[in-house]
């Protein structure tokens, strides 16, 4: 009898690609949202970008601390001072993009610019930072010329003929030592990585919507009653009507992922736990298409109402608007949307690095809250013998 | 093949049905006749199982009532309101309630092509149901009832809106269907329809059965006297006989006829007689 479950739910998403506003609605307005607010964010955050350092000084010479006077000045670098142990901590944990130590006799080795043990500074910045870590190297380069170099050439450029002045060649006063720290990161690794989660839900509601709204129209149309007549039981048919609504959301899912891995670098952190995060979500919105699908008589009805919930879900879920920019009580009160468990899953398993217990709250949150509607959705279901 | 017992079904204040029992035997075309709110649909629907009776009881083929799955497999349904997928092609239509019906493979696409072929939509199948029209709609409709070659079909007036020409090749299939043994309940409005398919009809209203025999003891326990209309030259002659033939010859010794014309009653006169009323305004 499994096949019959697989006939309903074939039929029904054949219908719904056939049906040309719902394939819209289902993928490529998701899609539209998840590169339009992609966009948008991008260059928000790209516009107020400087690289944050933690700086240690082991030296505590006075050579030193001019050197670190002028890395503040500079501006290009936000700066804060730490002990070696705190910097490490600090980048491991992705609080800082880097840190930068100028070793102990530092100071001592200033004479030396020349010789085999010039004055040593070691980096530590996460591998997948490349760009950024060059940036910090040539800093450091730029201000160690200023700091040592600029009496000597003051003192002997006039005896050099000009191609050899020391600034133009690829000589360094200093030793940099670049240590790699790999990050844990917590942080979006672009305004993709908040769009497509956000995107995805517009997707999953349309999804819902179609279904729900197509479940009606099956009692309108009076082909519920055919399937009644048919020599299937009534699990079969919502078990049908339910498996086409969950591998629809689910592989709408995985497509608008995989979009946004090719076209946007959205990489998963954790692949498994988006793989199970789009599980769960695609439980629970069978459940609201279920609970939808009861919601009016006729198909305006259902999808008026039906978008109407579905609506105060993503505003109040984090759908229209990202939950940090809401204010802190609207973001306790959105906890009672399903959009906003479904985003954290996604999130989650997307860059905020939740480890499997974690994410255990959102999957069953979303698993609760999709057999619960799905029950209530079965209770009110008005089958065509019901009078 | 069918045992109907006293069914029984009220909607509201309504009663839909009032008491019917009937029996259809095997390879039997049993017609249901009666005008608009009689209870046809009602009692095919029960006998469908997607209504439930109040009380009484439907025996399917030996197998039991029909709310059980595997009784459901012995029945085809044509709904009176067209149920079709409006999205699909006819050919997919049927694919899917064949498939409903446990057929796959060859066996499927065997008897979706025989059923295409039965309601001539073969050429058509490929279009999607929204670009047919109605009586093309009720034929895929009927077709849908087919697939799955029950021994039972329930035929909630097939032939709606379905031209002449077509209409008449539908019944010479649904004949066809009678002869290698299948049942079906028809029901309709049009009295040469069943007259012309039944073998037994019921007539029904207010949910009740007013007379249940074969076309011609209907006629002939309920349909008065033939009607026979002589034309003379000087005047037209208009006599109620229960042998017309008789009569002819005797209005024939009476004097010269320019024209003759005999109307047996039919099933339209057996239900004014029954009802005082006609079953079609
Ligand atoms: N679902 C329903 N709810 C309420 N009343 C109903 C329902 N279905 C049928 N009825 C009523 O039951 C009576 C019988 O209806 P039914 O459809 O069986 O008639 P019918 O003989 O098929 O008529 P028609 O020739 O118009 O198809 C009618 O009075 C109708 O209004
Ligand atoms: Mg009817």
Same mark, same amino acid.
């Given at each position: 009898?499994?096949?019959?479950?697989?006939?309903?739910?074939?039929?029904?998403?054949?219908?719904?690609?056939?049906?040309?506003?719902?394939?819209?609605?289902?993928?490529?307005?998701?899609?539209?949202?998840?590169?339009?607010?992609?966009?948008?964010?991008?260059?928000?955050?790209?516009?107020?970008?400087?690289?944050?350092?933690?700086?240690?000084?082991?030296?505590?010479?006075?050579?030193?601390?001019?050197?670190?006077?002028?890395?503040?000045?500079?501006?290009?670098?936000?700066?804060?001072?730490?002990?070696?142990?705190?910097?490490?901590?600090?980048?491991?944990?992705?609080?800082?993009?880097?840190?930068?130590?100028?070793?102990?006799?530092?100071?001592?080795?200033?004479?030396?610019?020349?010789?085999?043990?010039?004055?040593?500074?070691?980096?530590?910045?996460?591998?997948?930072?490349?760009?950024?870590?060059?940036?910090?190297?040539?800093?450091?380069?730029?201000?160690?010329?200023?700091?040592?170099?600029?009496?000597?050439?003051?003192?002997?450029?006039?005896?050099?003929?000009?191609?050899?002045?020391?600034?133009?060649?690829?000589?360094?006063?200093?030793?940099?030592?670049?240590?790699?720290?790999?990050?844990?990161?917590?942080?979006?690794?672009?305004?993709?990585?908040?769009?497509?989660?956000?995107?995805?839900?517009?997707?999953?509601?349309?999804?819902?919507?179609?279904?729900?709204?197509?479940?009606?129209?099956?009692?309108?149309?009076?082909?519920?009653?055919?399937?009644?007549?048919?020599?299937?039981?009534?699990?079969?048919?919502?078990?049908?009507?339910?498996?086409?609504?969950?591998?629809?959301?689910?592989?709408?899912?995985?497509?608008?992922?995989?979009?946004?891995?090719?076209?946007?670098?959205?990489?998963?952190?954790?692949?498994?736990?988006?793989?199970?995060?789009?599980?769960?979500?695609?439980?629970?919105?069978?459940?609201?298409?279920?609970?939808?699908?009861?919601?009016?008589?006729?198909?305006?009805?259902?999808?008026?109402?039906?978008?109407?919930?579905?609506?105060?879900?993503?505003?109040?879920?984090?759908?229209?608007?990202?939950?940090?920019?809401?204010?802190?009580?609207?973001?306790?009160?959105?906890?009672?949307?399903?959009?906003?468990?479904?985003?954290?899953?996604?999130?989650?398993?997307?860059?905020?690095?939740?480890?499997?217990?974690?994410?255990?709250?959102?999957?069953?949150?979303?698993?609760?809250?999709?057999?619960?509607?799905?029950?209530?959705?079965?209770?009110?279901?008005?089958?065509?013998?019901?009078? | 093949?069918?045992?109907?017992?006293?069914?029984?079904?009220?909607?509201?204040? $309504?009663?839909? *049905? =009032? +008491? #019917?029992?009937?029996?259809?035997?095997?390879?039997?075309?049993? @017609?249901? &006749? %009666?005008?608009?709110?009689?209870?046809?649909?009602?009692? $095919?629907?029960? *006998? =469908? +199982? #997607?209504?439930?009776?109040?009380?009484?009881?439907?025996?399917? @083929?030996? &197998? %039991?009532?029909?709310?059980?799955?595997?009784?459901?497999?012995?029945?085809? *349904? =044509?709904?009176?309101?067209?149920?079709?997928?409006?999205?699909?092609?006819?050919?997919?239509?049927?694919?899917?309630?064949?498939?409903?019906?446990?057929?796959?493979?060859? *066996?499927?696409?065997?008897?979706?092509?025989?059923?295409?072929?039965?309601?001539?939509?073969?050429?058509?199948?490929?279009?999607?149901?929204?670009?047919?029209?109605?009586?093309?709609?009720?034929?895929?409709?009927?077709?849908?009832?087919?697939?799955?070659?029950?021994?039972?079909?329930?035929?909630?007036?097939?032939?709606?809106?379905?031209?002449?020409?077509?209409?008449?090749?539908?019944?010479?299939?649904?004949?066809?269907?009678?002869?290698?043994?299948?049942?079906?309940?028809?029901?309709?409005?049009?009295?040469?329809?069943?007259?012309?398919?039944?073998?037994?009809?019921?007539?029904?209203?207010?949910?009740?059965?007013?007379?249940?025999?074969?076309?011609?003891?209907?006629?002939?326990?309920?349909?008065?006297?033939?009607?026979?209309?002589?034309?003379?030259?000087?005047?037209?002659?208009?006599?109620?006989?229960?042998?017309?033939?008789?009569?002819?010859?005797?209005?024939?010794?009476?004097?010269?006829?320019?024209?003759?014309?005999?109307?047996?009653?039919?099933?339209?006169?057996?239900?004014?007689?029954?009802?005082?009323?006609?079953?079609?305004?």
């Amino acid at each position: 009898m499994r096949k019959v479950v697989t006939a309903i739910a074939v039929n029904d998403m054949r219908l719904l690609l056939r049906d040309k506003g719902g394939a819209f609605v289902t993928f490529v307005f998701p899609l539209a949202y998840c590169i339009f607010f992609g966009l948008i964010f991008a260059t928000q955050s790209m516009s107020s970008r400087s690289i944050d350092m933690v700086l240690v000084d082991e030296d505590q010479s006075q050579q030193s601390a001019s050197f670190v006077q002028l890395l503040k000045k500079s501006g290009a670098i936000e700066l804060t001072m730490a002990s070696r142990e705190q910097a490490i901590d600090q980048v491991r944990r992705a609080k800082t993009a880097a840190y930068v130590i100028i070793t102990k006799g530092f100071g001592q080795a200033l004479p030396r610019v020349l010789g085999e043990d010039r004055p040593k500074i070691v980096i530590g910045i996460d591998p997948a930072r490349a760009a950024e870590s060059e940036m910090v190297k040539g800093l450091i380069t730029k201000f160690a010329f200023e700091l040592f170099y600029t009496p000597i050439i003051l003192r002997i450029s006039g005896d050099l003929p000009n191609d050899q002045h020391p600034t133009k060649t690829n000589f360094s006063p200093i030793e940099i030592e670049t240590t790699e720290i790999v990050q844990t990161r917590t942080g979006p690794a672009s305004s993709y990585d908040i769009s497509f989660p956000q995107g995805i839900i517009w997707g999953v509601l349309g999804c819902c919507a179609s279904f729900g709204i197509s479940l009606v129209n099956e009692r309108t149309t009076g082909t519920l009653s055919r399937l009644l007549v048919a020599p299937i039981s009534r699990t079969h048919i919502l078990a049908g009507k339910a498996l086409a609504c969950f591998t629809s959301t689910l592989v709408l899912g995985m497509v608008l992922f995989f979009v946004g891995w090719l076209a946007f670098s959205v990489i998963p952190q954790s692949p498994i736990h988006l793989a199970i995060s789009l599980l769960a979500i695609s439980i629970a919105f069978v459940g609201i298409m279920m609970f939808i699908s009861i919601l009016g008589k006729t198909e305006r009805a259902v999808s008026g109402m039906g978008w109407a919930v579905l609506l105060a879900m993503a505003m109040i879920g984090g759908g229209m608007v990202p939950r940090f920019f809401m204010p802190h009580w609207m973001q306790s009160l959105s906890a009672i949307s399903p959009v906003s468990w479904a985003i954290k899953a996604m999130e989650g398993a997307v860059w905020r690095g939740f480890s499997t217990s974690e994410m255990l709250l959102p999957w069953s949150v979303l698993v609760g809250i999709g057999l619960l509607f799905f029950a209530i959705g079965i209770r009110g279901f008005s089958w065509p013998d019901k009078g | 093949m069918l045992q109907v017992e006293n069914l029984y079904k009220r909607f509201g204040t $309504i009663q839909a *049905v =009032a +008491g #019917l029992s009937f029996n259809a035997r095997q390879g039997e075309i049993l @017609g249901l &006749l %009666g005008p608009n709110g009689a209870g046809k649909s009602t009692c $095919i629907n029960m *006998v =469908a +199982g #997607l209504l439930h009776a109040d009380s009484g009881q439907i025996n399917v @083929g030996g &197998l %039991g009532s029909p709310s059980l799955p595997a009784v459901r497999q012995k029945i085809g *349904v =044509a709904p009176q309101a067209l149920a079709l997928y409006e999205g699909l092609t006819g050919e997919e239509n049927l694919r899917f309630f064949g498939k409903l019906a446990g057929l796959s493979g060859k *066996v499927l696409r065997d008897r979706v092509s025989w059923t295409l072929e039965f309601v001539l939509l073969m050429d058509r199948k490929d279009d999607r149901l929204k670009t047919y029209s109605g009586g093309m709609k009720r034929r895929i409709n009927l077709a849908a009832a087919l697939v799955h070659d029950p021994p039972l079909l329930l035929l909630d007036e097939p032939t709606v809106g379905v031209d002449p020409q077509s209409r008449n090749a539908l019944f010479e299939n649904v004949l066809a269907l009678k002869s290698q043994g299948r049942t079906v309940i028809y029901t309709t409005h049009y009295m040469e329809e069943a007259e012309k398919l039944c073998d037994r009809v019921g007539i029904i209203d207010h949910g009740a059965f007013l007379a249940f025999d074969s076309v011609d003891k209907l006629i002939e326990s309920h349909g008065g006297k033939s009607m026979v209309t002589v034309m003379r030259h000087d005047s037209q002659v208009q006599i109620e006989s229960d042998d017309p033939i008789a009569e002819c010859v005797r209005l024939q010794q009476e004097g010269e006829i320019l024209s003759l014309r005999v109307d047996r009653p039919d099933l339209e006169r057996v239900f004014l007689n029954l009802t005082g009323r006609a079953m079609r305004d």
